[in-house]
């Protein structure tokens, strides 16, 4: 499966960004997907995670109740509706997938991965 992530831009603190996840290839709709983080000069983190049915999600203490991730099955996307955007969410968000039943939170439980996005949060 082939990973595209877009979305990203120039946000101030307190503003919203929704990032898409375009996924690709044979049954690109059956896989779990994990959106990770990685800012300049720190180790990639976990944000958020949706099993391939949406009725699993799994967030990072530092996002949950401000990120919201989805999925549309029917345009094998995945979203993550980002809001109350804070100047430590900059960073290149990545999207991975995986063909398990119940998605990970670590980058090496996924078998799939594509070019990140760029998030910058401005004060």
């Known amino acids: 499966v082939q990973l595209q992530a877009s979305g990203g831009g120039l946000v101030q603190a307190g503003g919203s960004l929704r990032l898409s996840c375009a996924a690709s290839?044979?049954?690109?709709?059956?896989?779990?997907i994990g959106w990770f983080r990685q800012a300049l000069e720190l180790e990639r983190e976990f944000v958020a995670a949706i099993s391939w049915t949406g009725d699993t999600t799994y967030y990072g203490a530092s996002v949950k109740g401000r990120f919201t991730i989805s999925r549309d099955n029917a345009k094998n996307t995945v979203y993550l509706q980002m809001n109350s955007l804070k100047t430590e969410d900059t960073g290149v968000y990545y999207c991975?997938?995986?063909?398990?039943?119940?998605?990970?939170?670590?980058?090496?439980?996924?078998?799939?991965g594509g070019q990140g996005t760029l998030v910058t949060v401005s004060s």
């Open positions: 290839g044979r049954a690109a709709n059956r896989y779990a």
């Open positions: 991975a997938a995986a063909r398990v039943a119940r998605p990970g939170l670590r980058s090496t439980d996924y078998d799939y």
